[in-house]
């Protein structure tokens, strides 16, 4: 059975940091891409960030990029996201998702596995 | 970078009844990066279609995608009671894999 388990949130002052954990299991990690979306309280879906299987392709949001980083560690089946200059607006539940087939990053088809998710808060 | 915009906001519908909902790209995308997922209160999402058209596992088959181009529908054929959620249209680009801001299919 595919499991995600998301780790890390809490709640943060702007300008902090945090990182969070997703530590997968039931399939060949190394195998496939992985992402992370997040979801402010009563809103819609916005994808963060997405890392391919071996990490040679990265992509970011917009309106995440140069603050957060995406990683992960195949040897221990953990995808990272580490957030820095956090924002009132990054306040969200943050799920780690998994793509539906290996292989190229913008073939992936869709995200067929997703955690429960972390809640990020971000209130001074 | 491309924006995926979903019609209507709301859709509002009885048990029995067709639900047709538009995903509309900014720029042409291939149909082979194009998903769409149901997201029920309080839950993660779930897959339901990809590849715009393929049904992903489990799922039944009142559900159908289809569209090309710029513009992709998700069709459930006669809604069922569990059937009444949000939807968002998801895309995988060259660099971005954004998604919709969803349609949300409730009780009429």
């Known amino acids: 059975e595919v499991q995600l388990l998301e780790s890390g949130g809490g709640l943060v002052q702007p300008g902090g940091s945090l990182r969070l954990s997703c530590v997968a299991s039931g399939f060949t990690f190394s195998s496939f891409a992985m992402g992370w979306v997040r979801q402010a309280p009563g809103k819609g879906l916005e994808w963060v960030s997405a890392?391919?299987?071996?990490?040679?392709?990265?992509y970011y949001a917009d309106s995440v990029k140069g603050r957060f980083t995406i990683s992960r560690d195949n040897s221990k089946n953990t995808l990272f996201l580490q957030m820095n200059s956090l924002r009132v607006e990054d306040t969200a539940v943050y799920h780690c998702a998994k793509a539906l087939r290996g292989g190229a990053m913008i073939a992936v088809g869709g995200l067929d596995y997703w955690g429960q998710g972390s809640l990020v808060t971000v209130s001074s | 970078e491309i924006v995926l915009t979903q019609s209507p906001g709301t859709l509002s519908l009885s048990p029995g009844e067709r639900a047709t909902l538009s995903c509309r790209a900014s720029?042409?995308?291939?149909?082979?990066?194009l998903a769409w997922y149901q997201q029920q209160p309080g839950q993660s999402p779930r897959l339901l279609i990809y590849?715009?058209?393929s049904r992903a596992t489990g799922i039944p088959d009142r559900f159908s995608g289809s569209g090309s181009g710029t513009d992709f529908t998700l069709t459930i054929s006669r809604l069922e009671p569990e059937d009444f959620a949000v939807y968002y249209c998801?895309?995988?680009?060259?660099?971005?894999?954004?998604f919709g801001q969803g349609t949300k299919v409730e009780i009429k």
């Open positions: 590849d715009a058209s």
């Open positions: 720029q042409s995308v291939s149909s082979s990066y």
């Open positions: 998801q895309q995988f680009g060259s660099s971005t894999w954004p």
């Open positions: 890392i391919s299987a071996g990490s040679g392709s990265i």
